[in-house]
């Protein structure tokens, strides 16, 4: 009796299509995260909104606290 590649221990089928879902998402909410903060801190008056974003992409959920904890003194907005 043949085994199937499933049996074998080989990744197939829904694996593949779990993995792809798991790496997507781990490359998509860090870089939605990531422009939602640029935006806020462009929208805010600070000069270092791209290093916020950047910050944001790659140190994920610390540098997302440690931004909206420190948001509000970001930047000056004239009004």
């Known amino acids: 009796m043949p085994l199937t590649a499933l049996q074998v221990g ?18 998509v909410v860090p870089l939605v995260v990531a422009f939602l903060i ?25 540098v997302w606290i440690l931004y909206y904890v420190v948001r509000d003194e970001v930047g000056s907005r004239s009004m």
Do not use: C, N, Q, T
């Open 10 to 27: 080989v990744p197939g089928g829904p694996e593949i299509l779990i993995m792809l879902f798991v790496l997507l998402l781990s490359f």
């Open 38 to 62: 640029y935006r806020d801190a462009k929208g805010r008056g600070s000069r270092h909104a791209l290093a916020w974003a950047v910050g944001a992409f790659f140190g994920s959920l610390v």
